[in-house]
């Protein structure tokens, strides 16, 4: 499967305005709960967690909160779009209003790095990060990541 197969244009959200990065996790949450069937409150601890390790921040503007879940159905891959850049903690201090959330079953942890690097991959072309902010449609920013040429990418 390629990487951007994870997406889908119902998992891609053009629109979120968060204040700061707890209330983005909040919210990314609360989206991805009931797609997996599972307690928001359980998929925020997981990217809190991961968050306590090290900000998921890429840079230039990119976000990738992630974790690895007991009891998912499936992989999990939400596009956000936020109104205003918000603080992330990211190393070149450039506030994120771009996010892929990537939550991913424990029992199969296989495919779960090579979709991470997948997406990293994807976003090293620069234009990329720039027409998923001028994207007017959740199809449009679907059809980008799909255009990609890292979408060849296997996972």
Do not use: Y
């Amino acid at each position: 499967m390629a990487i951007t197969n994870l997406f889908s244009a119902s998992e891609s959200i053009l629109s979120l305005a968060p204040v700061n990065k707890a209330e983005l996790l909040e919210r990314l949450a609360a989206e991805a709960a009931p797609r997996l069937d599972q307690p928001a409150e359980t998929i925020l601890e997981a990217l809190e967690a991961r968050e306590r390790l090290g900000s998921t921040a890429l840079g230039r503007g990119v976000g990738m909160p992630h974790a690895r879940m007991e009891g998912l159905p499936g992989p999990l891959a939400l596009l956000a779009r936020l109104e205003r850049p918000i603080d992330f903690d990211a190393r070149d201090g450039t506030p994120v209003d771009l996010v892929f959330l990537v939550l991913w079953p424990e029992e199969a942890p296989e495919g779960f790095l090579p979709a991470l690097s997948g997406i990293c991959r994807a976003l090293r072309d620069n234009h990329l990060p720039r027409q998923l902010r001028q994207a007017r449609s959740a199809a449009e920013a679907l059809a980008l990541l799909q255009a990609t040429p890292s979408n060849a990418t296997e996972i």
